[in-house]
C-alpha cells in the first residue's frame, strides 16, 4: 500500500461523487476500432488544407478574446440544417457548444438544478444520468419496449408522475439504434406543454423536450426529423453534432435548434466565450465543405444496412438502426464475445442490455475484419 505523504488532507469532495470514476470507452491499440460510432472515413487533404488555413488565419488574433456569440457560425449552421433537413431557422434558433456534451450541459444548468428532474427511458445514452448528477438535476428513467421502441402510454404516466423539467428523447437513440416516429415526439410534446415545475408565481410550466439527434444524419429514407416540430413547439429543442456524419469528431462541436427564448436562457448559463476561436474558424471551414464531408453518409448507411441483414443472417437478434452502428445479440456471455472479437483485433462496445453488443459501422475492409472474427468467435 503506498504511504500518502505528509501533507496529505481530505478533499471536500461533492456527496454522491464518492468512488466514481470518469466516462469513457476503452481506448486500445488494436487494428479495428468499432466502439465509439466514429465516421470511420479522415477528411481529404483538400479538407484538412482548408480547417489548417482557417485555423492559422484565427492564431493570427489569439491575443483578443472571440465572439462569444459566434454569429457567423450559427448562420451557416442553420443553412446547413435547411438543406439537410428542409427546416428553414433563424440563426437565433441555433446554439453551439464544445460537443453535444456542452449543450446537455447547458440545457440542465439551464432547466434543471436541485429540485427538479430529468427525465428519459431507458436503455438510452449512458451519459444522460451524469449530465443530470453535475447540474444536480434529479434523474428517472422510464423503460422502452422490447422492440426498443416508447409506449406514449407509459411515457404520458410519467411524464404525469414525475412532473420533469426536462424530458430528455435520443432519436436514433444510443446504444440501441431506434429512431421514433415522429407521431411519438408530438405526443411527448403535447403531454409536456404545462407539465413542468410551478414557476414563482406558481403556474406550471411546460417541461422542455430534448430530442437528441446526434446520429440524425444515418436515419433510413422515410424518417423525418424532429426538427419538423420546431415551429409548434416553443418548448422543442432539437440537438445535432459535427462528430457523426460530418466525421469530425476531434473538433468537439455540437448545437441545438430551438425557439430563440429557449436559446436566449442557454447564453445566460454558457460560461464567457465558451467556443474558441479555433474551434469556430475550423467550424465554419468544415462547413464549406459538407456536400464532400456528407459523402460517406449513404455509403455507410448501405453498409449498415448489409450488416444488419448479415447479423440476421447467423441467427442472432438485432435492432432495426437508423444510426452508424448496430446493437446486436442476445449473447449468455457477452463479455466472452466481446473478448474473443478484441484478441483478433476487433473492438467493439459492451453496452446497453445484458446480452448484448454493439459494433460501429466502419469501413468495408473494418466490416470485413469484425465479420470474420465475429464467425471465428462463435464457431460458425
Known amino acids: 500500500m503506498t504511504t500518502p505523504p505528509?501533507?496529505?488532507?481530505?478533499?471536500?469532495?461533492?456527496?454522491?461523487?464518492?468512488?466514481?470514476?470518469?466516462?469513457?470507452?476503452?481506448?486500445?491499440?488494436?487494428?479495428?476500432?468499432?466502439?465509439?460510432?466514429e465516421n470511420p472515413y479522415p477528411p481529404s487533404a483538400g479538407v484538412v488544407a482548408d480547417i489548417a488555413a482557417a485555423v492559422a488565419e484565427a492564431a493570427g488574433g489569439l491575443?483578443?478574446?472571440?465572439?462569444?456569440?459566434?454569429?457567423?457560425?450559427?448562420?451557416?449552421?442553420?443553412?446547413?440544417?435547411?438543406?439537410?433537413?428542409?427546416?428553414?431557422?433563424?440563426?437565433?434558433?441555433?446554439?453551439?457548444?464544445?460537443g453535444s456534451n456542452e449543450v446537455m450541459l447547458h440545457l440542465l444548468q439551464a432547466f434543471g438544478g436541485p429540485g427538479r428532474t430529468?427525465?428519459?427511458f431507458a436503455p438510452t445514452y449512458s451519459m444522460y444520468p451524469e449530465y443530470a448528477r453535475d447540474t444536480l438535476t434529479g434523474w428517472?428513467?422510464?423503460?422502452?419496449?422490447?422492440?426498443?421502441?416508447?409506449?406514449?402510454?407509459?411515457?404520458?404516466?410519467?411524464?404525469?408522475?414525475?412532473?420533469?423539467a426536462v424530458v430528455l428523447l435520443a432519436s436514433p437513440n444510443n446504444p440501441t439504434g431506434t429512431a421514433l416516429d415522429l407521431a411519438t415526439v408530438e405526443?411527448?410534446?403535447?403531454?409536456?406543454?404545462?407539465?413542468?415545475?410551478?414557476?414563482?408565481?406558481?403556474?406550471?410550466?411546460?417541461?422542455?423536450?430534448?430530442?437528441?439527434?446526434?446520429y440524425g444524419e444515418f436515419r433510413r429514407a422515410g424518417t423525418p426529423s424532429a426538427l419538423t416540430l420546431l415551429a409548434r413547439y416553443r418548448h422543442l429543442a432539437v440537438s445535432r453534432t459535427m462528430s457523426k456524419a460530418f466525421g469530425m469528431a476531434g473538433l468537439r462541436l455540437g448545437y441545438l435548434a430551438a425557439a430563440p427564448e429557449l436559446v436566449e436562457h442557454l447564453r445566460v448559463v454558457r460560461l464567457p466565450y465558451h467556443l474558441s476561436a479555433l474551434t469556430q474558424a475550423a467550424a465554419l471551414a468544415a462547413l464549406r465543405h459538407r456536400e464532400e464531408?456528407?459523402?460517406q453518409v449513404a455509403s455507410l448507411r448501405a453498409e449498415r444496412d448489409a450488416l444488419v441483414v448479415w447479423l440476421r443472417g447467423q441467427g442472432l437478434e438485432v435492432a432495426d438502426s437508423d444510426a452508424n452502428?448496430?446493437?446486436?445479440?442476445?449473447f449468455d456471455d457477452r463479455s466472452a464475445v466481446w473478448q474473443g472479437l478484441l484478441e483478433r483485433g476487433v473492438l467493439i462496445r459492451e453496452v446497453g442490455p445484458d446480452g448484448w453488443l454493439r459494433v460501429s459501422v466502419g469501413t468495408?475492409?473494418?466490416?470485413?475484419?469484425?465479420?470474420?472474427?465475429?464467425?471465428?468467435?462463435?464457431?460458425?
Do not use: K
Open 364 to 380: 468495408p475492409e473494418e466490416t470485413a475484419a469484425f465479420r470474420a472474427a465475429l464467425v471465428e468467435v462463435l464457431g460458425r
Open 187 to 214: 405526443a411527448v410534446c403535447e403531454a409536456t406543454l404545462a407539465s413542468g415545475p410551478a414557476g414563482p408565481d406558481g403556474a406550471p410550466t411546460a417541461s422542455v423536450v430534448v430530442v437528441d439527434e446526434a
Open 293 to 295: 464531408l456528407m459523402g
Open 140 to 164: 428517472v428513467a422510464g423503460r422502452r419496449e422490447e422492440d426498443f421502441s416508447l409506449d406514449v402510454g407509459h411515457v404520458r404516466a410519467l411524464i404525469d408522475e414525475v412532473r420533469p
Open 6 to 37: 505528509d501533507n496529505a488532507v481530505r478533499l471536500p469532495l461533492r456527496p454522491g461523487l464518492e468512488g466514481l470514476t470518469p466516462y469513457g470507452a476503452p481506448q486500445l491499440a488494436v487494428p479495428v476500432l468499432l466502439n465509439v460510432n
Open 118 to 120: 430529468v427525465l428519459s
Open 63 to 98: 491575443n483578443r478574446y472571440p465572439d462569444r456569440d459566434f454569429p457567423r457560425l450559427r448562420e451557416e449552421l442553420a443553412a446547413y440544417l435547411a438543406a439537410e433537413s428542409g427546416v428553414e431557422l433563424d440563426p437565433g434558433q441555433v446554439w453551439a457548444a464544445n
Open 325 to 330: 452502428f448496430v446493437l446486436f445479440g442476445r
